[in-house]
T-cell receptor, first 110, second 112 residues
Framework: GQQLNQSPQSMFIQEGEDVSMNCTSS?????WLWYKQDPGEGPVLLIA?????ELTSNGRLTAQFGITRKDSFLNISASIPSDVGIYFC??????????FGTGTSLTVIP | DTGVSQDPRHKITKRGQNVTFRCDPI?????LYWYRQTLGQGPEFLTY????????KSRLLSDRFSAERPKGSFSTLEIQRTEQGDSAMYLC??????????FGPGTRLLVL
């Protein structure tokens, strides 16, 4: 199945730093979702985006739906140790399946 | 309702055995999805239901895989004659209307 390109693949940052990651697709999507997954657990929804250009925040997290509808980015401000995990983007064209990115692994060094 | 639940959380089986996993979605959600996730990859779509109807199946879903949602509530995913390549995390998600999906904790399958 189709997978979206996420970058970077992994990040090692100091606690307190800001983080930026993005997701690109060759296809247009109508919905973008961002998830965080801890080892051995299912993905947890962070932010949902439904409109091109939309900018949405959830606490220290901010995500944007790219105006081309082929990309999205996620920013985390003032990172803390519990931000550690793998972040996945997911895009949807119609109300059916979502296509997931390859993930960005985040490590926060105290 | 506390979210999507899956059972069992872990399953170890021998090659050739059949396994069945259960998913209980969020109660008011009419759509239920099954995904498979291997190490280092994002979830890959397998199939989805709207109420009790199975509306879409991925080509990843070989004929050894079958999914049901008989009453439009919980769903089961069965894998027959398991192979080592079936080892993965099997994730269930549910949604209302097909937009925002909420995942369960997953069932991790190991085929020896």
């Amino acid at each position: 199945g189709q997978q979206l390109n996420q970058s970077p693949q992994s990040m090692f940052i100091q606690e307190g730093e800001d983080v930026s990651m993005n997701c690109t697709s060759s296809s247009i999507f109508n919905t973008w979702l961002w998830y965080k997954q801890d080892p051995g657990e299912g993905p947890v929804l962070l932010i949902a985006l439904y409109k091109a250009g939309e900018l949405t925040s959830n606490g220290r997290l901010t995500a944007q739906f790219g105006i081309t509808r082929k990309d999205s980015f996620l920013n985390i401000s003032a990172s803390i140790p519990s931000d550690v995990g793998i972040y996945f983007c997911a895009g949807q064209w119609t109300g059916n399946q979502f296509y997931f990115g390859t993930g960005t692994s985040l490590t926060v060094i105290p | 309702d506390t979210g999507v639940s899956q059972d069992p959380r872990h399953k170890i089986t021998k090659r050739g055995q059949n396994v069945t996993f259960r998913c209980d979605p969020i109660s008011e959600h009419n759509r239920l999805y099954w995904y498979r996730q291997t190490l280092g990859q994002g979830p890959e779509f397998l199939t989805y239901f709207q109420n009790e109807a199975q509306l879409e199946k991925s080509r990843l879903l070989s004929d050894r895989f079958s999914a049901e949602r008989p009453k439009g509530s919980f769903s089961t995913l069965e894998i027959q004659r398991t192979e080592q390549g079936d080892s993965a995390m099997y994730l269930c998600a549910s949604s209302f209307g097909g937009e925002t999906q909420y995942f369960g904790p997953g069932t991790r399958l190991l085929v020896l």
